[in-house]
């Protein structure tokens, strides 16, 4: 079952990622559509707030008239597709990057569980070998938790 489960979702994560890679391409179009606005101060081009908090504190422009220009490019990169600080497609790439990571986590707990499992399996095989019975391997299982938890509380 859990190899099934493993294999579903490694076929999502792969399918994801090729999905976000479109909207990444996305992303770049529209970051640089956004990028290339800018407003005119004193017959020089401004891209950013910081640009124009320049001029505002050069004291070349009033305070009121950095607000409206500051007004007035953010309703130009609005108009440009930005929302915020992101864009449309940053923003649905910034979720396809949650859900990867997440299943990423899924997976590798999968794989955890999967090697803890196999390693189980190869113990019980050694305890048959040498003559013991299941209760004797589960008591030798519960010892050897025991004794990595305390490793792990003493940090040896």
Same mark, same amino acid.
């Given at each position: 079952m859990? &190899? !099934?489960?493993?294999?579903?979702?490694?076929? /999502? %994560?792969?399918?994801i990622i090729k999905i976000k890679a479109k909207y990444q391409r996305k992303a770049e179009k529209e970051r640089e559509r956004v990028n290339? /606005? *800018?407003v005119t101060v004193c017959g020089e081009k401004c891209y $950013?707030? &910081?640009e124009i908090n320049d @001029?505002? =504190?050069s004291d070349y422009i009033t305070c009121d008239q950095a607000d409206k220009y500051i007004e007035k490019l953010n309703k130009k990169k609005s $108009? =440009?597709?930005q929302k915020g600080t992101l864009t449309k497609s940053e923003r649905i790439y910034q /979720? *396809? !990057? &949650?859900?990867?990571?997440n299943l990423m986590v899924e997976i590798q707990d999968i794989k955890i569980k999967q090697e803890q499992e196999r390693k189980k399996q190869e %113990? @019980?095989?050694i305890a048959? =070998?040498?003559?013991?019975?299941? !209760?004797? *391997?589960?008591?030798?299982?519960? /010892?050897? %938790?025991?004794s990595e938890e305390y490793e792990k509380l003493m940090g040896i």
């Open positions: 859990e &190899n !099934e489960e493993l294999k579903t979702l490694e076929t /999502v %994560r792969d399918e290339d /606005v *800018f $950013t707030e &910081n @001029w505002y =504190a $108009t =440009a597709g /979720v *396809f !990057e &949650n859900i990867i990571s %113990r @019980w095989e048959q =070998a040498q003559g013991c019975s299941y !209760e004797e *391997f589960l008591e030798i299982e519960e /010892v050897s %938790r025991q």
